[in-house]
């Protein structure tokens, strides 16, 4: 299985020949150079990702995973588990933060069944491609099999190429899943190295006592599966969550067809994390949308070289912050294409 997952993942990182002729555009337009920060940042390496001199406004499609995990029976979270199939109505209603935010985005959302505990039949607007009823509690044991990790992945692989050929060009992660900031602390703490305690958070807003036996639960699970760092499969069969997965194979279908991909929060970054461990690569195609109020999110950003697009203390998930970065990215296209240069609009260009 291993060998499967490392074999797939054809990303090509992007030519910065492209990023040389876009900056050339840039400092053409009628402002100091490098006037507009990031925004100029994010007009090139869209340019450079689309690999075209002119890129179009992007239809963008944000998609939000959901999966239960095991280990919310050890009371890591402020909420039960039976909030995360209930999300899924709200989402498919229309009625939640990812739902108003991506109306704003000008985003389509599309919301995928990977692994909650719940049977929701057929629902109008819902993707299944359920791989588990909720995953295993990992301080007792193994979230997945490899197989079923392997199927996670592949799913958000598929669905990237799904919407690719249906024209969508700017992807973003979303996810919902009660008690998942769990598996997500567990993969930064492997990942990157860094001590349990130092990247895991409150999540949905737990107590201090509760925060410690979070701690506590993490370190267990991490001492019982022991993942191997260097192996992305194997940290997300055995500390990671469904969910997880999929971002991480949307991640690496999105670089594979060429298509940017934004990822939201803390959660949403484990996901990226994971494609990152299996094909560095993939980081040529990520936008950090924002940094979360999670601890620990701020380790896995300087883990894969991302700087996060906004920091406005958000720690919702869902897809809700990648929504607002895809307009500040918006942003940084239309004044590409259509901010005259000194030559169009008669303006004179500054003194050497």
Do not use: W
């Amino acid at each position: 299985m291993m060998n499967k997952m490392e074999s797939f993942g054809n990303i090509r990182p992007v030519n910065t020949g492209f990023y040389e002729r876009a900056q050339q555009r840039l400092d053409k337009l009628t402002k100091p150079p490098g006037s507009l920060g990031r925004l100029e940042e994010f007009a090139r390496r869209l340019a450079a990702i689309y690999k075209s001199d002119l890129p179009e406004i992007p239809k963008k499609v944000i998609f939000t995973f959901a999966g239960d995990h095991g280990v919310a029976e050890e009371g890591v979270s402020a909420f039960p588990q039976e909030v995360t199939a209930q999300m899924v109505f709200n989402f498919l209603n229309g009625g939640a933060g990812i739902n108003v935010l991506a109306r704003h985005a000008g985003a389509d959302v599309v919301v995928i069944d990977i692994g909650v505990n719940f049977d929701f039949g057929e629902l109008k607007g819902l993707v299944r491609r359920k791989v588990v009823h909720g995953t295993g509690n990992i301080a007792k044991g193994p979230a997945m099999t490899p197989a079923e990790a392997v199927r996670c992945i592949e799913i958000g692989r598929e669905l990237a190429q799904e919407y690719a050929d249906k024209g969508y060009r700017l992807f973003a992660t979303g996810e919902m899943g009660i008690a998942n900031t769990t598996p997500s602390s567990a993969i930064a703490a492997v990942i990157t190295g860094n001590p349990v305690a130092d990247v895991t958070g409150k999540g949905t807003g737990i107590g201090d006592m509760a925060l410690n036996n979070k701690v506590r639960v993490i370190t267990q699970a991490i001492l019982i599966n022991r993942p191997d760092p260097g192996r992305g499969l194997d940290v997300l069969a055995k500390i990671g969550g469904a969910e997880i997965g999929g971002i991480a194979g949307l991640c690496i279908g999105a670089a594979e067809n060429s298509i940017p991909v934004v990822i939201d929060g803390f959660i949403s970054t484990a996901g990226a994390l994971i494609a990152y461990t299996l094909n560095p690569d993939v980081a040529d195609y990520l936008f950090a949308a924002h940094h979360s109020v999670e601890r620990g999110h701020q380790a896995m950003l300087t883990h894969m070289n991302l700087r996060p697009i906004l920091d406005l203390d958000l720690r919702l998930g869902e897809g809700t912050g990648a929504a607002l970065a895809m307009t500040m990215m918006d942003a940084g296209l239309k004044i590409y294409r259509e901010m005259a240069t000194f030559g169009e609009a008669g303006v004179s260009d500054k003194n050497e």
